[in-house]
């Protein structure tokens, strides 16, 4: 997850308006990057908010999972991942996470695909609720899964 330096964290580069974005959290090899203000990829978007991630909670007992092709399982992760429904990560990770308890009881391996992106979609979910929460990002999925399951044992 990329964020502005700051509010106003515009330059121009090529004579285009660009913010400079620099990782929320930062690993070894991390880059700034630049995006132009007009953001016509339409990749940007604020944080989720308290209030989307209360209703967020509130809608996963009833987000529909993917349908299980595993031909296309990948292509079908991919596409939800670059788009910038948040609910959509939610959408993978019940897909995974399901999917992989369905080897998991006819004792056969997980999924290197399920798994993949299942690590993905819990990464960049958390990382973003967690900014938003103020917690760790541990604190911030134990969370999220103990309110969810609050929810589906009423």
């Not at 502005?4 to 990057?33: D, K």
């Not at 079908?76 to 369905?102: P, W």
């Amino acid at each position: 997850m990329y964020v502005a330096l700051q509010e106003r964290n515009a330059v121009t580069l090529r004579g285009e308006q660009c913010y400079i974005l620099e990782p929320y959290f930062p690993t070894s090899g991390s880059v700034s990057i630049q995006v132009p203000v007009s953001n016509k990829a339409g990749h940007l978007r604020d944080l989720i908010t308290k209030e989307e991630i209360d209703q967020l909670i509130i809608d996963t007992p009833d987000l529909e999972t993917l349908e299980s092709k595993p031909a296309n399982m990948k292509s079908q992760y991919a596409s939800l991942l670059k788009g910038n429904d948040i609910s959509e990560l939610v959408r993978i990770i019940k897909t995974s996470y399901g999917r992989n308890q369905e080897r998991l009881e006819q004792h056969k391996k997980l999924a290197s695909i399920d798994d993949e992106y299942l690590q993905i979609a819990e990464k960049y979910l958390y990382e973003e609720l967690s900014v938003v929460l103020d917690l760790s990002i541990e604190d911030t999925k134990e969370y999220f899964e103990k309110e969810v399951a609050k929810l589906t044992l009423e």
